[in-house]
């Protein structure tokens, strides 16, 4: 192979080609540390190429890309950290680990020195502006400073008590950071060591003199008490940031052990120490919300209005029976809402009234539990209709005789007073408002909740009031009525006066007594009669009140007349029984109620109810229909009932579509109950003589309208026959009759293919698959059977991927077919 030029030449012009490029890049190199220096001393171009140097390319976190420089201050962070962590793993293996190779002089001397250079240092790093590395040595000297300390108990006070020598260094170290810190201001951590430091002290000192938890609550109180002082005059921020979660700390541990102390008392002596460091910590968050921040003011009102209820409450608690110590937190809590008036500031007013509902509402979710036994009690009568009254009066009701009654007594009456006063602030609301001052009160939308709370709660209390007082179980059925009779009457007060959240409350009281109630009354025959009579002439004058109310829910209006119609039929099930008939004949007083509420919907019309009354009427039917499965005379007897009533139905012409079909469905159904019943094998010579005329007249129809449906003129007349010559031929054992309709239903199949009827099609194809099915269903248990057991899953298999695979396909083929059936009539 020839080189031109030859490789000797070749070599030299490349030699000469790298030395002019590389000479060429170190002048560049020169000019771009200028241009560098230039723009560092002039400041930013206004414009030009981009500032800075250009990022030399190479793989980053982010991948292959200008790779970006870590920032210096990072980076200088990064050392200091590990430098100090270093130190300090150094620091603490000598102490531990090398310290007994040293004589005393020695270990005075490394310890003094390396603390005192640590401690020194921050202030030359200071003077050359190296703050960073002085705030790295400060925390390095801490540790050693805590090391020194440690030092010093081992090897010169090892029999001085360890609790009282803590506490004493760590009330020297919080003044020796606090001195260095103020001495040098610009350092950061030794102001907020010092605090950290404070929060010992007072603690140990107690351990070590054996104090009782009211000690300890004490000094942690006045440790907080510290802390808030720090916390409201220092100037650093992070000198207030470390002393208010100290704060938090110390006062809310300080708080709960004196909480701890005061409801575990024995009597009220032994409360009143307790009580009193309570009030002190209430005073101190008093005193300190006055300067604080608002939202630390409402905390600190907050704080402060708990303790005073806890500690005023708390000397009472400890002599009244059990159960009631809740009425005195309550009755207390209540005096405490006179506090807002008092010169509190806005915000720490504020929060002593929500430290008032908040004591309410422990209150209330305390006495809650009796109630939600009384409540889910009456469920066991289920299981016991008719049995009689049951033992134990109201508490036997509610299947809670073996409860702690003398320990729930007191629920009612919390219950009822929490009602009281909210009832009472819902009607004085404005009084209320203006009483209160230059406090802030809620708005309109509290006044609706405490309405509505006052509604809730009061019909819990009196629920609950005939089980706490032991009374008979007459005395509560009785009162659950009467609440679902005043529930009602507050649901009309309060549409009239706008009220619309306690209306709605009402409402569901109204709903629950009911059901309370109608479980209740399962116990006797005549209690039933009685309760679910009323009940439904509560519903009904629920449903016509709230129908006259203007601004009331249609939906509101259907759910009160539903609940009347459904009340209706335990009655009318239950007249069977008192009359000593059994459950298939008790059905046939049940389609009274449908027959009414087909009255009532012909006579409402278009009104929004009529449609739910009529839904819940046709329930009723089929509650009538499943009592009478058990006898097919009387099946046959209660569909023929329901049938009149969907045929009296479909005269109106807003229902005659659906009621039609259905009445001719019931209609069909109970002569195939029938005919089954009487034993007829030959159905056909009953149906034959409805089918014929019935296929004619609907010919006639045709013929005048030829947009009728196919459904509406040959649907019913075919189904007479088909569908019982399909029960009969599946329970034939010859072949003579599925032979027979199988020809019958391939003839009306290509009738309908061919005249183009949707009804003839679908029915005579329905008939003939399922007759084929019949026929050949032994045929193919027969080969199942034969076939290895792999055979099935293997065919399954296939035939799922054979569908995947043309599923396109097949779901175009499902639409065209749709679409047929679609443009037939």
């Not at 009359?579 to 919907?601: D, F, N």
Request: aromatic share 6%; charged share 10%.
């Amino acid at each position: 192979m020839e080189h031109v030029p030859p490789p000797a030449e070749e070599l030299a012009l490349l030699d000469s080609e790298l030395a002019r490029l590389d000479a060429r890049r170190a002048q560049l190199l020169t000019r771009r540390a200028w241009l560098l220096r230039a723009l560092e001393a002039t400041g930013p171009a206004p414009w030009g190429p981009p500032q800075g140097p250009v990022a030399p390319w190479g793989p980053g976190s982010g991948g292959f890309g200008p790779a970006r420089p870590a920032s210096k201050r990072s980076v200088q962070n990064m050392l200091l950290v590990l430098g100090g962590l270093l130190l300090a793993v150094a620091a603490l293996a000598f102490t531990l680990v090398s310290w007994g190779d040293l004589g005393i002089g020695g270990r005075s001397a490394v310890l003094t020195a390396v603390t005192a250079g640590a401690l020194a240092a921050p202030v030359t790093l200071l003077r050359r502006g190296l703050a960073a590395t002085a705030e790295a040595l400060v925390a390095v000297a801490s540790l050693l400073m805590a090391l020194d300390a440690y030092a010093l108990y081992v090897a010169a006070l090892p029999g001085t008590n360890g609790a009282a020598y803590a506490g004493t260094a760590a009330a020297v170290l919080a003044l020796l950071w606090a001195a260095y810190g103020l001495l040098l201001g610009k350092l950061r951590l030794p102001l907020p060591l010092a605090v950290v430091s404070a929060q010992l002290p007072l603690v140990l000192w107690v351990w070590a003199a054996d104090g009782g938890a009211l000690w300890f609550s004490a000094a942690l109180l006045v440790t907080a008490a510290l802390d808030g002082v720090v916390a409201l005059t220092a100037g650093r921020t992070s000198v207030r940031v470390v002393a208010c979660v100290a704060l938090c700390a110390t006062g809310g541990a300080g708080l709960l052990v004196a909480l701890v102390e005061s409801l575990t008392a024995a009597g009220p002596a032994g409360a009143v120490v307790p009580g009193a460091l309570l009030l002190a910590g209430a005073a101190l968050a008093l005193a300190g919300a006055r300067r604080a921040p608002m939202a630390f003011a409402t905390a600190g009102g907050l704080v402060a209005g708990l303790a005073a209820v806890a500690a005023v409450g708390g000397v009472p608690a400890p002599a009244v029976p059990s159960g009631w110590p809740v009425l005195v937190y309550l009755l207390c809590a209540g005096a405490l809402m006179t506090a807002v008036r008092a010169p509190l500031g806005v915000a720490a007013a504020r929060g002593v009234g929500w430290a008032s509902a908040v004591v309410a509402a422990g209150a209330v979710l305390v006495s809650l539990t009796p109630v939600t036994v009384v409540a889910a009690g009456p469920v066991t009568r289920l299981g016991a209709v008719w049995s009689g009254a049951p033992r134990g009066g109201a508490r036997g009701a509610a299947g809670a005789t073996d409860l702690p009654w003398d320990a729930m007594v007191s629920a009612p009456v919390v219950l009822l007073l929490v009602a009281v006063a909210l009832g009472a602030a819902y009607r004085w609301w404005e009084g209320l408002v203006r009483w209160a001052g230059p406090v802030p009160a809620p708005g309109p939308a509290w006044r609706g909740a405490a309405g509505s709370a006052a509604v809730a709660l009061g019909w819990a209390g009196l629920m609950v009031l005939p089980a706490a007082l032991d009374l008979s179980f007459a005395a509560a059925q009785a009162g659950q009525l009467v609440l679902a009779v005043a529930a009602f009457g507050l649901v009309v007060a309060g549409l009239r006066a706008g009220a619309r959240g306690v209306a709605v409350t009402a409402g569901v009281v109204v709903a629950a007594g009911a059901v309370g109630a109608a479980l209740l009354s399962l116990a006797t025959e005549a209690a039933t009669y009685t309760a679910f009579g009323l009940l439904v002439m509560v519903f009904v004058a629920l449903a016509v009140a709230l129908d006259r109310q203007a601004g009331a829910s249609p939906v509101a209006v259907s759910a009160a007349a539903c609940a009347a119609v459904v009340c209706a039929v335990v009655p009318m099930a239950a007249l069977g029984a008192s009359l000593g008939l059994a459950v298939y004949e008790a059905a046939v007083p049940v389609p009274a109620v449908t027959a009414v509420t087909v009255l009532v919907g012909a006579r409402l019309k278009g009104h929004p109810v009529a449609v739910p009354v009529e839904v819940t009427g046709a329930a009723a039917g089929v509650v009538a229909v499943a009592m009478a499965v058990a006898d097919a005379r009387f099946l046959a007897l209660v569909l023929a009932l329901c049938g009149v009533l969907a045929a009296g139905t479909a005269l109106r012409p807003e229902r005659r579509v659906v009621a039609g079909y259905l009445a001719t469905a019931l209609f069909v159904s109970a002569a195939w109950v029938r005919l089954a019943v009487s034993g007829v094998s030959a159905p056909e010579a009953y149906t034959l003589p409805v089918t014929v005329p019935a296929l004619v007249v609907g010919v006639l129809r045709r013929r005048r309208d030829p947009s009728a449906s196919s459904w509406t003129a040959y649907g019913a007349g075919l189904a007479v026959t088909l569908v019982p010559s399909l029960g009969a031929a599946w329970t034939d054992p010859h072949w003579t009759r599925p032979l027979l309709l199988g020809v019958a239903a391939l003839g009306v199949t290509l009738a309908g293919a061919r005249l183009r009827l949707q009804a003839l099609l679908v029915l005579g194809g329905a008939v003939l698959a399922l007759d084929a099915l019949h026929e050949l269903a032994p045929y193919v248990v027969q080969v199942a059977g034969a076939l290895p057991r792999w055979v099935v899953p293997a065919l399954a298999g296939v035939l799922l991927l054979a569908v995947g695979a043309t599923y396109e396909k097949r779901l175009r083929d499902a639409r065209r077919l749709k679409e047929a059936l679609g443009r037939m009539r």
